[in-house]
């Protein structure tokens, strides 16, 4: 966390997204000061959601409670798959919009927006049955659009052809409110998580879902996302430049 | 494919879908013959399709011819990936729909029906840039029913909350060609093609499939289609006797 603030504020990159499980390891209140000092925003916190989890509504709770001490605009949600040994996809769909409905308040109070994240197809059974932007988005439609948006992961979202026509709904109802680039490398991994390169190793569109996002009017940060252990493997200061290149060769 | 054929006939299982290196293995006539002695349809020749492969035309029209002699109805064809280097998945897709155009006249003349199969999302990249039966009915839509249907495959549309108007539409425009019942089992293994289990073992609402398919006036087969290593490994006709049984409690 230390060296990866400091890097940032080295290059000239002015935000990060934060994952939960490293900032616990570093303490929210040193976190939070850390990237003050450094000048570096904390763009938002990654994540809350798995609503099919027990003691879902406490955790979230916290979650809500660590972006705002991170000073994080925006509180990423992984919504969870099916219940064990339910095959109701639509059903759990609608559980999710009654739990983050039920987060709504507590959001609104603590000045973070709940970004609700499709996730790729291929996580629906076991990570999230959130699946498309436009599900997404019916599920966010009840709620103020100051307290509940939606996460446009590119890496999620590539092969859907209505994308493009519900990043203009997203953005005409101002629910965009996260805004991930991360690219799709083939063959997938076993568990299919750590398959996203650098920008631009990739077959997504990365510029043409910067541009679309941008003609919604959106202003808030991009983020880069990676997962992939040939990269984490690298000297992370190396990753952390080669990113930076990248980003500007294929999103900028 | 003896063994197999046997299996079915014993079974009272009235027809088979067969794959093309399986049938190449024994010779396209023999297998022909095989099945017609044993009184079982040959439902589906898989596969064409792969539009990006040097030679695909030739190879095309092939396996129209193989469908033909085998007395297939159907040819199913999954399209490929995007071409090397490409990152161009809406250009990919077009050059789909005219490639299936260019093979309707020798499918006319053959009598066997092309029949497009939407594969999951998780393969638009590297093997089928056909992700939902809406961008399939999309691609169908200029040719005649009687030419171009679709494949309906339970396992790459279950998470896509709009296919069952989808379904709706493919019924009403005569287009299902072929329907597949497969489940989705996880963690998903390396490469993604081997998590299909045997009816039942996976959280796809296999049922809700079938009945949704009946009720657009589909009185074809129903394939059962199993891609898994563990399944795979256990001896054929046990699987064969399960795969009956599980069916009847699953999908029927």
């Known amino acids: 966390m230390e060296a990866t603030i400091a890097g940032c504020a080295e290059l000239g990159v ?13 303490g929210v209140a040193r976190t939070a000061a850390l990237a ?4 570096i925003e904390v763009t938002s916190l990654c994540r809350g959601g798995f609503f099919d989890a027990p003691g879902w509504f406490d955790d979230n709770r916290r979650a809500i409670d660590e972006a705002a001490e991170l000073g994080a605009a925006v509180l990423v949600l992984v919504s969870g798959g099916l219940p064990a040994g339910s095959r109701d996809v639509d059903g759990a769909r609608r559980a999710v919009g009654d739990a983050v409905g039920r987060l709504v308040p507590h959001a609104l109070a603590a000045g973070v927006r709940l970004a609700i994240e499709p ?3 291929m996580f629906a059974a076991d990570r999230c049955v959130v699946a ?26 590539w092969w859907d052809d209505q994308v493009w026509a519900q990043l203009a709904r997203a953005g005409a109802a101002g629910r965009i409110a996260c805004f991930q680039v991360a690219d799709w490398i083939t063959p997938l991994p076993e568990g299919v998580l750590l398959g996203r390169g650098l920008p631009g190793t990739g077959c997504v569109e990365l510029r043409r879902f ?23 493997s690298r000297p992370g200061g190396e990753v952390l430049r ?5 980003y500007v060769e294929h999103v900028l």
Chains 1, 2 share one sequence.
Not at 14 to 26: C, K, N, S, T, Y
Not at 36 to 39: I, N, S
Not at 242 to 246: A, P, S
């Open 14 to 26: 002015p935000g990060i997204g934060l994952w939960r499980d490293q900032v616990a390891e570093l």
């Open 36 to 39: 003050r000092a450094a000048g």
């Open 119 to 121: 996730l790729h197809p």
């Open 132 to 157: 498309t932007l436009g599900q997404a988005l019916d599920l966010a439609e009840p709620y103020p659009s100051s307290a509940v948006g939606v996460c446009v992961d590119t890496y999620h979202l």
């Open 210 to 232: 910067r541009e679309a996002v941008d003609a919604t009017g959106y202003t808030g940060p991009i983020e880069v996302e990676i997962f992939h252990e040939d990269v984490w």
């Open 242 to 246: 080669e990113t930076v290149e990248r």
